[in-house]
């Protein structure tokens, strides 16, 4: 399985401290030469390190505004969490804003998001679907599940993201009414999410992605700002209600769902958590799980801006305050669905989800077992003290560096200087021996 | 070339209990066993390991790794039961209520275990103690 990713070093910033290593969760960092280095297959782009590194030595590759320009009509589509970046009581004061930028049209993908609910709700009704269902709107649990939770691929909604509907139907939308050919279109997607970008490149569960561009929140956020207070009257032009903007948190796509068992759950060592319980064949009474990355939901993505907390919390307000337009709304939800005539079929993935084998220690179960022996007798000897002095993030990655080649026992100090001692003693004793021809006895 | 893990079990520790089974599931992962293959395990060797955890004195689990199967063994040391057939009725259960306010003990444990294995083998003695033999074939 190719899996590109899209988070990077600035090896200027990398001051080696180990910092990253410990909290990735697929353990893909190792510190070599004094510089963190990604292990690229092992990546699921969660971010988690972009977070944890007190010299902001990481960060996402995603594109500029600049290339919105390649294409003759372009469309922004911000994410909900978009939305919480902002003090602003209007929602149609931040699309404006975008098509200041020099969008021609935005189409938000909390609409896209009612939209992926309402097949998800047909999916949850039908028989063959394998409970509890997983959620598959983060990217980087989905990548989290093929290469840790090999066996929990078939729990995965094979349903289309939020951010995949909103391009297909923006696309079709302006095609149909503009007659622009599509390839001409450029569909930006306004990102929280460093994943996101992963995923365009290399979608999941399709073949390609209807996305061209991911742009961070962070790279428009001074934009945008500076162009609100510009702006004096605005359009009408959101469309989205309380539920879809909700799936900007945590529990906000269960929410709108309108089932009680779910579980919802943030943070990748979190999600990975539930996941192991689900493995158990425990949460058996639950029919839905929601399993976000980063910790709040997208709203703490890694390319958000605005504290996590206080994003929430505007997305909560901004959810409420639609709540007597809810109806209309969710009329348009539907409309958009009979204008295109989209059915359940429509969204479901393309192609089954593979597994990711990196964590194996060899395609053949023999040699793995026999490669399993070796990592424990190395790890009996190696301290079990997790420093991450090393470069690996614990003993037990030591160990199995060393049994795929990829490291030395001399890595661990302890071992080092346990050599050294032994070696000095040597030198000690050596050093007290004559040569022969000095040697004497003399009683 | 065969792989022993075998761990050992504490009575009514909640805290612990699951340890050994993600152990287990670890490493067949790094073994590169078949996601269908790992579940199975992965669910058998879960609810032996909570059985000894909530009605046993205390015990071990052990999974052998073949090949071409996967044999986990539950063995406890007490109080053993005292109608087997009983014990394997879905939905039958000896737990306390307490347990099963935790969501333990539904009485879906031994019925799971059967039904996830291709050879299931209970030897139970009053007073004694139970053993389970599980046999999940490699395919
Ligand atoms: S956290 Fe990782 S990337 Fe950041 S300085 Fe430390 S080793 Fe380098
Ligand atoms: S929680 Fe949202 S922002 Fe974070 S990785 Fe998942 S999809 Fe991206």
């Known amino acids: 399985m190719k899996n590109l990713h899209s988070i990077m070093l600035d090896k200027e910033k990398c001051k080696g401290c180990t910092?990253?290593?410990?909290?990735?969760?697929?353990?893909?960092?190792?510190?070599?030469?004094?510089?963190?280095?990604?292990?690229?297959?092992?990546?699921?782009?969660?971010?988690?390190?972009?977070?944890?590194?007190?010299?902001?030595?990481?960060?996402?590759?995603?594109?500029?505004?600049?290339?919105?320009?390649?294409?003759?009509?372009?469309?922004?589509?911000?994410?909900?969490?978009?939305?919480?970046?902002f003090e602003v009581d209007d929602v149609n004061k931040l699309l404006y804003a975008l098509l200041e930028l020099g969008f021609d049209d935005v189409f938000e993908v909390a609409k896209a998001a009612e939209i992926v609910t309402y097949f998800t709700k047909?999916?949850?009704?039908?028989?063959?679907?394998?409970?509890?269902?997983?959620?598959?709107?983060?990217?980087?649990?989905?990548?989290?599940?093929?290469t840790k939770f090999p066996d929990l691929i078939e729990n995965i909604l094979p349903i289309a993201s939020p951010m995949e509907v909103a391009a297909y139907i923006a696309k079709k939308k302006i095609q149909r009414e503009k007659g622009i050919e599509e390839d001409k279109i450029g569909a930006f997607f306004i990102s929280p999410c460093a994943a996101k970008m992963t995923y365009v490149n290399s979608p999941l569960g399709f073949e390609r992605s209807y996305v061209d561009g991911v742009i961070a929140i962070k790279d428009v956020y001074g934009l945008v700002r500076s162009k609100l207070r510009e702006i004096k009257d605005i359009k009408p032009l959101s469309i989205a209600s309380g539920k879809g903007i909700g799936w900007a948190a945590s529990g906000g796509e269960s929410l709108a769902l309108e089932i009680e068992e779910y579980v919802n759950v943030d943070g990748i060592h979190n999600v990975a958590k539930v996941l192991e319980e689900i493995e158990n064949g425990r949460l058996k009474d639950i029919v839905y799980f929601e399993g976000l990355a980063c910790s709040g939901g997208c709203v703490g993505g890694p390319l958000a801006v605005e504290n996590p907390y206080v994003a929430k919390n505007r997305i909560?307000?901004?959810?409420?305050?639609?709540?007597?337009?809810?109806?209309?709304?969710?009329?348009?939800?539907?409309?958009?669905?009979?204008?295109?005539?989209?059915?359940?079929?429509?969204?479901?993935?393309?192609?089954?989800?593979?597994?990711?084998?990196?964590?194996?220690?060899?395609?053949?179960?023999?040699?793995?077992?026999?490669?399993?022996?070796?990592?424990?007798?190395?790890?009996?000897?190696?301290?079990?003290?997790?420093?991450?002095?090393?470069?690996?993030?614990?003993?037990?990655?030591?160990?199995?560096?060393?049994?795929?080649?990829?490291?030395?026992?001399?890595?661990?100090?302890?071992?080092?200087?346990e050599n050294i001692k032994e070696l000095a003693n040597k030198m000690v004793e050596l050093s007290n021996k004559l040569p022969p021809s000095l040697e004497r006895n003399d009683e | 070339m065969l792989l022993e893990l075998e761990f050992e079990i504490e009575p009514g520790n909640f805290i612990l209990a699951g340890e050994a089974s993600s152990k287990i599931k670890e490493t067949l992962k790094k073994l590169g066993v078949k996601p269908e293959i790992l579940k199975k395990v992965a669910i058998v060797?879960?609810?032996?390991?909570?059985?000894?955890?909530?009605?046993?004195?205390?015990?071990?689990?052990?999974?052998?790794?073949?090949?071409?199967?996967?044999?986990?063994?539950?063995?406890?040391?007490?109080?053993?039961?005292?109608?087997?057939?009983?014990?394997?009725?879905?939905?039958?259960?000896?737990?306390?209520?307490?347990i099963r306010n935790l969501g333990f003990g539904a009485g879906m444990g031994l019925p799971n275990m059967k039904k996830y294995s291709d050879y299931f083998e209970i030897d139970s003695q009053k007073g004694k103690g139970t053993r389970v033999y599980m046999i999940i074939y490699n395919k």
């Open chain 1, 122 to 146: 047909q999916f949850i009704l039908s028989e063959k679907n394998k409970k509890p269902i997983i959620s598959s709107a983060c990217p980087a649990v989905v990548r989290l599940i093929q």
């Open chain 2, 45 to 98: 060797s879960y609810e032996a390991e909570m059985n000894i955890v909530i009605h046993s004195v205390g015990g071990i689990l052990k999974a052998i790794i073949s090949k071409d199967k996967i044999e986990v063994i539950a063995q406890d040391n007490g109080p053993g039961i005292e109608d087997i057939e009983l014990a394997m009725k879905e939905g039958y259960s000896t737990a306390p209520e307490e």
């Open chain 1, 19 to 85: 910092n990253c290593i410990k909290r990735c969760p697929t353990e893909a960092i190792r510190v070599r030469n004094s510089k963190a280095r990604i292990i690229d297959q092992r990546c699921i782009d969660c971010g988690e390190c972009i977070r944890t590194c007190p010299y902001h030595a990481k960060y996402a590759i995603t594109d500029s505004l600049e290339e919105i320009n390649k294409f003759q009509y372009k469309i922004a589509l911000p994410a909900p969490s978009f939305y919480a970046q």
């Open chain 1, 316 to 417: 909560k307000r901004l959810s409420s305050k639609l709540k007597d337009k809810e109806e209309s709304l969710s009329a348009w939800t539907e409309e958009i669905i009979n204008s295109f005539s989209l059915k359940l079929e429509d969204v479901l993935f393309e192609k089954e989800l593979e597994t990711n084998p990196v964590l194996e220690l060899d395609s053949d179960i023999e040699r793995a077992m026999e490669k399993f022996e070796k990592v424990n007798n190395i790890l009996s000897m190696l301290p079990g003290l997790d420093c991450g002095a090393c470069g690996s993030p614990t003993c037990k990655t030591l160990a199995e560096d060393i049994v795929r080649g990829f490291a030395n026992d001399t890595d661990c100090i302890f071992i080092l200087r």
